[in-house]
């Protein structure tokens, strides 16, 4: 018989289980053990002895043989083991539940009690003390006083200030005057339209809230009046000066001059009433005209009568609009003014 003629095998050998793990050439893979003549019990026993290689096929190919198992047996209690997995995990959520709730009504209580504190437990206010507000100079000047113009009008502003300039003065130089009606300080806008309604209104938006209103005096001569703004618009403040010049020794002599007599108060009737104090007939100044002129080399505008001066006013520089009546009162700021920029 020809060694290398190969012979049919047979269905035994077709049936034989070659154990995992075990090598073997693939030219012998067909070639039946008891062909070869090896003894095949004495194979099969040292087989036993060797351990073979594990995977999850196999475990699961050897699962289906032993355990008589299907694949679909296999995956229904693999679906069966993740719901307990579940069901455990759903009998732990009370605990939490209930620790939640216990911690939202710790919550609820402290925000209770916050707004109870803040809306019923009464604490002491502390006392504020009103703050003392100083008028804002202009120009510093050498002494101050206030006065109270109750209630805020023309008669009553005027009649203050009347008082105020007959009144003897014991301070020298400059002496400021800060009007208040109650616990406000009256501002330009207030003291300009209570000397005259026909003041121009752009001529009021071009200055500054803070006035200063004041007397100087010299041991020789009596107390002059003064008034001092501040410009915020140099255009338009000197544009409606201008406009003004027909009406403002009427609006302004009142409260610049002391010749202007006193207003007092009368006895209407037998019951002691009092009328309102009312502002006697000025002379008409409209048609007298103002002319440019010079003071310590400043532009000055005055108006004349009987070569006597009844007004002046000037812008010192652009920031500063002085009026007054009276030459030295005028050559007096001028001089102030000028130091003061100087030092700055």
């Given at each position: 018989m020809d060694p290398l003629k190969k012979k049919p095998i047979s269905m035994e050998a077709q049936n034989t289980q070659i154990p995992r793990g075990t090598f073997m050439p693939q030219s012998e893979k067909e070639i039946p053990f008891e062909e070869k003549g090896f003894d095949t019990h004495s194979t099969e026993r040292r087989q036993e002895t060797i351990p073979t290689f594990r995977t999850f096929e196999s475990d699961t190919i050897d699962t289906i043989k032993n355990n008589h198992e299907s694949m679909a047996s296999i995956t229904l209690a693999e679906h069966m083991h993740r719901?307990?997995?579940?069901?455990?995990?759903?009998?732990?959520?009370?605990?939490?539940?209930?620790?939640?709730?216990?911690?939202?009504?710790?919550?609820?209580?402290?925000g209770i009690g916050a707004v109870w504190f803040v809306f019923f437990v009464k604490t002491a206010e502390p006392v504020i003390q009103p703050m003392q507000v100083v008028p804002k100079e202009i120009?510093?000047?050498?002494?101050?006083?206030?006065?109270?113009?109750?209630?805020?009008?023309?008669?009553?502003?005027?009649?203050?200030?009347?008082?105020?300039?007959?009144?003897?003065?014991?301070q020298t130089g400059l002496v400021a005057l800060h009007f208040s009606a109650g616990s406000t300080t009256i501002t330009t806008?207030?003291?300009?339209?209570?000397?005259?309604?026909?003041?121009?209104?752009?001529?009021?938006?071009?200055?500054?809230?803070?006035?200063?209103?004041?007397?100087?005096?010299?041991?020789?001569?009596?107390?002059?009046p003064y008034i001092m703004f501040k410009v915020l618009s140099y255009e338009?403040?000197?544009?409606?000066?201008?406009?003004?010049?027909?009406?403002?020794?009427n609006d302004t002599k009142p409260v610049l001059t002391a010749s202007t007599p006193v207003i007092t108060t009368t006895i209407a009737s037998s019951t002691a009433s009092t009328t309102p104090p009312q502002v006697p007939k000025?002379?008409?100044?409209?048609?007298?005209?103002?002319?440019?002129?010079?003071?310590?080399?400043?532009?000055?505008?005055?108006?004349?009568?009987?070569?006597?001066?009844?007004?002046?006013?000037?812008?010192v520089d652009r920031n500063t609009l002085v009026i007054t009546a009276d030459e030295s009162t005028l050559k007096e700021l001028i001089t102030r003014i000028t130091k003061t920029e100087f030092v700055r």
């Open positions: 719901a307990s997995l579940v069901d455990t995990t759903k009998k732990e959520s009370p605990e939490k539940n209930l620790l939640l709730i216990i911690f939202s009504l710790i919550l609820l209580v402290a120009l510093t000047p050498d002494a101050s006083n206030t006065i109270e113009i109750s209630p805020l009008n023309q008669a009553s502003f005027i009649k203050a200030v009347q008082e105020k300039i007959i009144e003897p003065v014991n806008d207030q003291f300009l339209k209570t000397l005259s309604p026909e003041i121009p209104p752009a001529l009021i938006r071009a200055l500054d809230p803070v006035f200063s209103f004041g007397l100087y005096k010299t041991a020789e001569e009596e107390a002059h338009n403040a000197f544009a409606n000066m201008l406009a003004w010049e027909r009406d403002i020794i000025a002379p008409d100044y409209s048609a007298v005209a103002f002319t440019d002129a010079y003071m310590k080399n400043k532009d000055i505008r005055i108006a004349y009568q009987n070569r006597k001066p009844l007004l002046m006013y000037s812008f």
